[in-house]
């Protein structure tokens, strides 16, 4: 398929661009780009997109996505959860390993790959457990789950809390200069948390979740990764102690990136106030200033990106009482009109906003894309920053209904998705 993209704003942050320029796509790639109504006229489209008044981006990437797949398929399967990424102007998603059985050898990673290649919708890089089971005593076969299609490590969903055990999986993991990913949650200090650990929690009868269980993880980590010059990424990032630890472990070039949720960039503790579910994560949602210092972050580069996290859950898992519901909040179909408020209301620019939502995450991974210049891969998304809509759980693709923002207004959002030179998601 040869696709002309035609009169659109290329935001292009790899380029440090901002402009109009047609493209013109084929063989699954950027084959032509020129000032609008100056492509090449020998150039036939199969097809045309006119992307007038709308912004054409390096297509989205996710990186922290749950798919439920394999083991808890009425959650989210591979198909639903590609196609709803794709509805969300995604392009691809790296995919946790907390499945049953857990993605920790070949075989799954190679499933995961099969089943996703049967998809239209985004491409799926597979997270890789650190551990066999996720159970935090022995080391995967890295270079066998690299060999079949992983892009990094995590045991997302537990911490690798044992220091010797993690230092191990960095030193194995700077022989491949590979990414381990952490979820920074010392359980200790967790045991039976439900809310952030303050006076809310305190006033609602819920046990707290102090900022220092992810802090103490934190700065372990970054000295050990410091120690062994060893590739570290920082999940879901929640406290400004957290931001402040980051900061200074840049500065003394250490090799860290960071990611925030949409979740924890738009909500408080606040949003528990009347044991809504649909608020319960992991991490928990913190206080303002938290939310103040991760935007402040998220600006100025100490985060690097934007993640959603989403874990869908079943109602019969959320519609319950509190204490007994499962922590996590969809967002592959939120992430971006939450992303276009926060352009809106100024906290971003536009280059920065898909900055954090593509080109970065693209480099954290170590995969193609985030970048639209002649040769690279043809995926991208067309957004239309001017088409508010109200957030409506019952209209996902996903097959998780579990959001705090059903009912946000919001001002924009995708309307066309292509992947590798296809179209794969296009709003009417």
Known sequence: MRIEVRNGRLIDPARGMDEPRDLFLAEGKVAAEAPPGRLDRSLQADRVIDAKGRWVVPGLIDLHVHLREPGEEYKETIDSGLRAAAAGGFTAVACMPNTTPPNDDRSVTERILRQAGRVRGARVYPVAAITVGREGKHLTEF?????????????????????GLFRRALEYARSFDALLLQHAQEPRLTVDALAHEGTRATRLGLRGWPRVAEEAIVARDLLLAGYLDARYHVQHVSSAGTVELIRAAKARGIRVTAEVTPHHLWLTDAAVEDYDTNAKVNPPLREEHDRAALRDALRDGTIDCIATDHAPHSVLEKKIEFDRAAFGIVGLETALPLGLKLVRDRVLTPLRL??????APARVLHVPGGRLAVGDPADLTVVDPERPHRIDPDAFVSLGRNTPFAGYEVPGRAVATVVGGEVVFELS
């Open 143 to 163: 270079g066998d789950l690299l060999e079949a299609g992983a892009v990094g490590f995590s045991d997302d969903g537990h911490c690798l809390a044992d220091a």
């Open 354 to 359: 898909f900055e954090t939502l593509s080109t």
